[in-house]
């Protein structure tokens, strides 16, 4: 199970994912990760990626989508699952114009489609 940094949301360090320029090398550095974890991963493992998406100039990204076709376009790896984690008590939202986001994403990504 992960939860990496969300792309220009918070600036944990200097520099790390998620403190990118553009969202697109954010998820490329993502997936540079995702594909050491299938490397090292057994054939019967798998793994849990909880993601939250972010807006840029008034436009919601889609980033968590975009991370699960990367993986399973470009990796193989197979997502099992899409989970909505419905947070009853989501941050604080100032923005008048869109509705607040209380929910992330959570995949479940397999190697193999048998035996995980």
């Known amino acids: 199970m992960t939860s990496p940094p969300y792309w220009g949301q918070r600036q944990y360090a200097v520099s790390g994912i998620g403190l990118e320029e553009d969202y697109k090398f954010y998820i490329s550095r993502l997936s540079a990760v995702f594909v050491e974890l299938k490397r090292v991963l057994k054939s019967t493992g798998s793994f849990w990626l909880n993601i ?22 470009k990796q193989g790896w197979i997502l099992r699952n899409d989970v909505i984690w419905n947070k009853v ?28």
Do not use: C, M
């Open 52 to 73: 939250g998406d972010t807006y840029q100039n008034k436009r919601l990204l889609g980033i968590p989508w975009r991370v699960a076709f990367e993986l399973t376009d």
């Open 89 to 116: 008590k989501g941050g604080p939202d100032n923005a008048l114009d869109k509705l607040g986001n209380v929910h992330e994403y959570v995949f479940h990504f397999v190697k193999s489609s048998k035996g995980y």
